[in-house]
């Protein structure tokens, strides 16, 4: 009971610290839909024997009240700069009550309330609201704003689950901070659990509030992690979804969730910053930070970075290396960081601040690892295997995830984590992460109705080159991940984590209501979306059967056979002269012995360019056909087995769906500009264009070609940037050079061809 006491007493500083803040002064957004701003209006509403004091948010000119779970809407006591509000409901609809306000001095307001269920809410209240509140977080560069605060979690019942001070406050992300509803970190004075495992390791100071704004669900990440926890993915975080209150004023709908770090509860390893701290000090270092950065080199002829100066061990192998991949010129802010032979980017978490011993040591055992998968599993040069250089069952688990979420970033992009840990040779993956652009339908006629590899180049390809990680990946999903989606994601089981797909939608639904209209639906970002928040969760149950049923032939295939075979050709990263770019799904145990491929019909602004293929495919070793099936490009095509069944002719008349003229004031821009492509990549931009062709091109040339846009399918030059490195001392990051380089030269230079280097088979040549 004392303790309580400790808890109520502590909430009640924590509110008086808020009250007076917004009444003094409004905070002003703009939004492309309305003009917004925090009211002066507030509503007093009870928890546990305190005041929580909630202000409306006034947008075009009326006053929206959005109330947490705990409040009771028929008891509400407004006030307008301390002088008592009368509010009278007129009608409700839709989750939504109206009604109008009137003030002492006879002054009306229209005022609408809603209300979450289900939620608990956070409230963050700033230690000094008027110079670093809200605004001040939000309103710098990268994030580099951080200030102290008090923070507490309420149930829906009115229940303080945690009350406590903050030791720092701070935005989070990289595209997701560029965003009007901002992500944020915040650490705590004292370890708390905050989403109340009841597991004492799970008690942490750091933790994240992810805006989710690239998901129209709001469900992605949440769905996805207690998917990994179920699948017994180690080290996954645990989430939860939250209403976020700011300085008093509603923020949305968060997911609170733990932060990937070393230490108990997260990553855990050895901490070796904490070993490097201990070395330094003796050393006399006290802040790393402020050393040079040097560059070095590998013996296999790539660069790292590293710190000049720290505190050296004999034995580089002493600690645990932390890698993440990040993307050179848009993630990566690291100073340590080494460059894989295929120019991608990987850089120390921690330690944070390495040797040169230490990255040099790291560098070459994961440069060294990789031959080995690019080598089907046995490095050529040292003899190891898969298991003597990767956790195989640890990998499995976590790509046969990524795979079936469709996930862009995985083992690709960023997000994506190398540990090796002391005194091992071998690295194992991090935790399940960042699926926000997972599970949804992605670049049509590559992904069409959820089918399709993930990744045709880079890690994933290379670890289903080796027959032992497709069998333990053939493993997890028919004895792990099969059963946990059918029966609990698709079905009506409860898991130990995981949950059906429309309980986490019920679970959410008041609460993103509010969320929409205080956002106006601010999400429609890349990709297909449903107009209606069930329309949403729709399509996103509808991509997890097909995205499913596809992994399960595809696996089940591939354990039985070569009978299943998966053809992608398209002029590839656009329209080289009378070339093709044919390769075969990496799971099909398929060699393509003969492949030519002729143009029948050149493309025009309407129509693509189509092609005739005739190819003969060969099943590896140890594989035979039987009842062979062929798709290209997700259409079935015909095969005819030769005699004695050891190839298979194909013959296809198809499409290729990378190129069609567009003018753009006399320039052709198709290269790298399709507008169906573009308006199915960015519907919220589109929408703006509705009905005007030419203003959504002209939108692309003069913004989004500075903004890394997709213009097409195919084509984005950090993804360039990220296969050919060497552009960055000549076009730095202005993207827009890179979209006209490309179509003047890049693609003559095989500026595309790097990408897709690991394809099966490279650009066929068609015969005179």
């Known amino acids: 009971m004392k303790h309580l006491w400790r808890i109520l007493a502590l909430l009640a500083v924590l509110l008086m610290l808020a009250a007076p803040v917004l009444a003094e002064e409004s905070i002003w957004e703009e939004d492309a839909a309305s003009t917004v701003a925090v009211s002066a209006?507030?509503?007093?509403?009870?928890?546990?024997?305190?005041?929580?004091?909630?202000?409306?948010?006034?947008?075009?000119?009326?006053?929206?009240?959005?109330?947490?779970?705990?409040?009771?809407?028929?008891?509400?006591?407004?006030?307008?700069?301390?002088?008592?509000?009368?509010?009278?409901?007129?009608?409700?609809?839709?989750?939504?009550?109206?009604?109008?306000?009137?003030?002492?001095?006879?002054?009306?307001?229209?005022?609408?309330?809603?209300?979450?269920?289900?939620?608990?809410?956070?409230?963050?209240?700033?230690?000094?609201?008027?110079?670093?509140?809200?605004?001040?977080?939000?309103n710098c560069e990268r994030h580099v704003n951080e200030t102290t605060g008090m923070m507490a979690v309420i149930s829906p019942d009115g229940t303080v689950n945690y009350a406590g001070k903050l030791r720092q406050l701070r935005g989070r992300g990289n595209y997701t901070w560029q965003r009007q509803k901002k992500p944020y970190q915040f650490k705590l004075e004292s370890k708390a659990d905050l989403l109340m495992t009841g597991d004492q390791s799970e008690c942490s100071r750091t933790w994240v509030l992810l805006a989710e704004t690239s998901d129209g669900s709001l469900l992605r990440n949440r769905m996805s992690m207690d998917l990994a926890l179920e699948m017994g993915i180690d080290e996954t975080p645990f989430s939860e979804h939250v209403d976020l209150y700011y300085d008093g004023e509603?923020?949305?709908?968060?997911?609170?969730?733990?932060?990937?770090?070393?230490?108990?509860?997260?990553?855990?390893?050895?901490?070796?910053?904490?070993?490097?701290?201990?070395?330094?000090?003796?050393?006399?270092?006290?802040?790393?930070?402020?050393?040079?950065?040097?560059?070095?080199?590998?013996?296999?002829?790539?660069?790292?970075?590293?710190?000049?100066?720290?505190?050296?061990?004999?034995?580089?192998?002493?600690?645990?290396?932390?890698?993440?991949?990040?993307?050179?010129?848009?993630?990566?802010?690291?100073?340590?960081?080494?460059?894989?032979?295929?120019?991608?980017?990987?850089?120390?978490?921690?330690?944070?601040?390495?040797?040169?011993?230490?990255?040099?040591?790291?560098?070459?055992?994961?440069?060294?690892?990789?031959?080995?998968?690019?080598?089907?599993?046995?490095?050529p040069d040292n003899g190891r295997t898969i298991r003597d250089d990767f956790d195989v069952d640890a990998f499995a688990k976590l790509l046969l995830l990524n795979e079936l979420a469709h996930n862009t970033d995985s083992y690709y992009y960023s997000s994506s984590w190398f540990i090796l840990p002391e005194g091992e040779t071998r690295f194992r993956p991090g935790p399940a992460w960042d699926f926000d652009l997972a599970w949804r339908y992605f670049r049509k006629g590559v992904n069409e109705k959820g089918m399709g590899v993930k990744d045709l180049t880079g890690w994933h390809a290379e670890f289903y080159s080796c027959p032992e990680f497709m069998q333990a990946m053939q493993r997890a999903y028919e004895e792990t991940l099969y059963p946990i989606v059918t029966e609990i994601l698709l079905g009506d089981k409860q898991g130990t984590y995981l949950r059906p797909l429309w309980d986490y939608a019920d679970e959410i639904a008041a609460s993103r209501a509010m969320n929409d209209v205080l956002w106006d639906c601010e999400y429609y970002d890349y990709h297909i979306y449903g107009e209606t928040p069930q329309e949403e969760v729709e399509l996103l149950y509808q991509f997890i059967e097909e995205r499913n049923a596809w992994l399960y032939d595809a696996v089940m295939n591939a354990q039985d056979g070569a009978d299943a075979i998966d053809l992608w050709a398209y002029a590839g990263y656009m329209h080289v002269q009378d070339t093709l770019k044919l390769n075969a799904c990496p799971w099909n145990h398929v060699n393509v012995a003969f492949a030519s491929c002729t143009p029948l019909t050149e493309a025009t602004e309407d129509e693509y360019a189509t092609w005739a293929l005739e190819a003969y495919l060969m099943p590896e070793e140890g594989y035979a056909f039987e009842e062979p099936s062929v798709t290209i490009n997700g259409t079935p095509i015909t095969g005819y087995l030769v005699e004695d069944g050891s190839a298979l002719y194909v013959y296809a008349e198809f499409e290729d769906p990378s190129y069609r003229p567009v003018d753009y004031w006399g320039e052709d821009i198709g290269m790298f500009y399709n507008p169906d492509v573009y308006a199915q990549n960015y519907p919220e931009i589109a929408a703006q264009f509705e009905g005007d062709p030419e203003g959504l091109m002209t939108y692309f040339c003069d913004e989004g070609m500075y903004q890394d846009q997709m213009g097409n399918a195919f084509f984005r030059p950090s993804e360039v940037l990220q296969y050919n490195p060497e552009l960055l001392g000549v076009l730095g990051t202005d993207w827009e050079l890179y979209y006209f380089e490309f179509s003047f030269c890049g693609y003559e230079e095989g500026w595309m061809r790097k990408v897709d280097k690991h394809f099966a088979l490279e650009c066929v040549d068609v015969p005179e």
Request: charged letters at 25%; one cysteine or more.
């Open 250 to 379: 509603y923020r949305g709908t968060y997911l609170l969730t733990e932060k990937v770090e070393v230490g108990e509860g997260r990553l855990e390893v050895s901490n070796y910053d904490e070993m490097m701290e201990i070395w330094n000090q003796s050393a006399g270092i006290s802040d790393p930070e402020l050393l040079e950065v040097g560059v070095g080199q590998t013996k296999y002829g790539t660069d790292f970075t590293y710190i000049k100066g720290v505190a050296e061990a004999d034995d580089p192998s002493v600690g645990t290396f932390v890698m993440e991949m990040e993307h050179e010129g848009n993630t990566l802010s690291d100073r340590c960081f080494l460059r894989m032979e295929d120019g991608s980017v990987i850089a120390a978490k921690n330690p944070e601040n390495p040797s040169e011993s230490m990255m040099r040591y790291v560098s070459e055992r994961l440069i060294e690892a990789r031959h080995t998968l690019q080598n089907g599993g046995v490095n």
């Open 41 to 138: 209006l507030r509503a007093q509403v009870a928890a546990s024997g305190a005041d929580v004091d909630v202000y409306t948010t006034e947008m075009d000119g009326v006053h929206w009240l959005f109330l947490p779970s705990f409040a009771d809407a028929d008891e509400l006591r407004l006030t307008l700069n301390g002088a008592k509000v009368d509010w009278t409901p007129d009608a409700e609809e839709a989750g939504v009550t109206y009604g109008q306000a009137v003030c002492e001095d006879g002054a009306e307001m229209t005022l609408c309330v809603m209300k979450s269920q289900n939620l608990r809410a956070l409230f963050l209240f700033s230690d000094d609201p008027v110079n670093q509140g809200r605004a001040f977080i939000d």
